[in-house]
T-cell receptor, first 114, second 110 residues
Framework: DTGVSQNPRHKITKRGQNVTFRCDPISEHNRLYWYRQTLGQGPEFLTYFQNEAQLEKSRLLSDRFSAERPKGSFSTLEIQRTEQGDSAMYLC????????????FGPGTRLTVT | DQQVKQNSPSLSVQEGRISILNCDYTNSMFDYFLWYKKYPAEGPTFLISISSIKDKNEDGRFTVFLNKSAKHLSLHIVPSQPGDSAVYFCAASEGGKLIFGQGTELSVKP
């Protein structure tokens, strides 16, 4: 399977704990995106990378969130000191380098903060 | 401030008939529009896209229409099939990132 993969698929954590998610994009894709989706809403942009460079972060993104793509391949999204409001589906997508190219999404990581 | 809006949360159509899903946007700088389909517990799946310099794009049973003056796009599915039942999201591209609408849940009844 050469699609976008995400791990873990589900994560349950207690409030205040740190969590880290991983995304492996389609291998020839330069761009990698993170989105968050809550119930009844569309995915909301968080941040994106072109190769290893983080090009944009949403203004809505708390300082508790950080993302890396160290070698321009896989990416990690870390949430520190989780809060109940962080409970959501975290989606990763990848695309080639032009803005007109469609983004291909992974299955997501469902985070539940108790 | 919702830049991309799908005002119909749900739509029900009969198998074989046309499904029309609508989307409105506010930012005239959007350069690309896309439709995605989503099943529960899966990520969105790309369906079809259209550049802002075109007004129609067709792919099999799916056609997307863009009306720039009205800042409106629509997705037509004809004929609709029960397997098309899913949540459909329209999205606009702004410098590469996508801005999504809230989604419309389509139910196609046999």
């Amino acid at each position: 399977d050469t699609g976008v993969s995400q791990n873990p698929r589900h994560k349950i954590t207690k409030r205040g704990q740190n969590v880290t998610f991983r995304c492996d994009p389609i291998s020839e894709h330069n761009r990698l995106y993170w989105y968050r989706q809550t119930l009844g809403q569309g995915p909301e942009f968080l941040t994106y990378f072109q190769n290893e460079a983080q090009l944009e972060k949403s203004r809505l993104l708390s300082d508790r969130f950080s993302a890396e793509r160290p070698k321009g391949s896989f990416s990690t999204l870390e949430i520190q000191r989780t809060e109940q409001g962080d409970s959501a589906m975290y989606l990763c997508a990848s695309s080639r380098w032009t803005s007109g190219d469609e983004q291909y999404f992974g299955p997501g990581t469902r985070l539940t903060v108790t | 401030d919702q830049q991309v809006k799908q005002n119909s949360p749900s739509l029900s159509v009969q198998e074989g008939r046309i499904s029309i899903l609508n989307c409105d946007y506010t930012n005239s700088m959007f350069d690309y529009f896309l439709w995605y389909k989503k099943y529960p517990a899966e990520g969105p799946t790309f369906l079809i896209s259209i550049s802002s310099i075109k007004d129609k794009n067709e792919d099999g049973r799916f056609t997307v229409f863009l009306n720039k003056s009205a800042k409106h796009l629509s997705l037509h599915i004809v004929p609709s099939q029960p397997g098309d039942s899913a949540v459909y999201f329209c999205a606009a591209s702004e410098g590469g990132k996508l801005i999504f609408g809230q989604g419309t849940e389509l139910s196609v009844k046999p």
